[in-house]
């Protein structure tokens, strides 16, 4: 069993900074990449994030620019540093884990609230 741990998330004013950290402990053997989802109330959960193992990256559109997705293989964790914030990226985060396999894990979400 895997599991995934965020924290970092908070309150922030439009225009400043958050980082998340997502560690992953467990039974953890082949990890295909790591990412950050998120899901604002009344919303689906949509993609933020992502990172392979290799350290290749992809993006939201609506990120892009602002936000930067890293990883310390050592460490199987997972960073989201979120810059220029927006009201409109209040919403809670998920670290996500998806193994060679195919099986994906998914932490527990932190909450990140950005004011106007």
């Known amino acids: 069993q895997v599991q995934l741990v965020e924290s970092g998330g908070g309150l922030v004013q439009a225009g400043g900074s958050l980082r998340l950290s997502c560690v992953a402990s467990?039974?953890?053997?082949?990890?295909?990449?790591m990412g950050w989802y998120r899901q604002a109330a009344g919303n689906q959960r949509e993609f933020v994030a992502g990172i392979t193992s290799g350290g290749g990256t992809n993006y939201a559109d609506s990120v892009k620019g602002r936000f930067t997705v890293s990883r310390d293989n050592a460490k199987n964790t997972v960073y989201l540093q979120m810059n220029s914030l927006k009201p409109e990226d209040t919403a809670v985060y998920y670290c996500?884990?998806?193994?060679?396999?195919?099986?994906?894990?998914w932490g527990q979400g932190t909450q990140v609230t950005v004011s106007s």
């Open positions: 996500n884990l998806l193994t060679m396999g195919g099986r994906a894990y």
């Open positions: 467990g039974s953890i053997f082949s990890i295909s990449a």
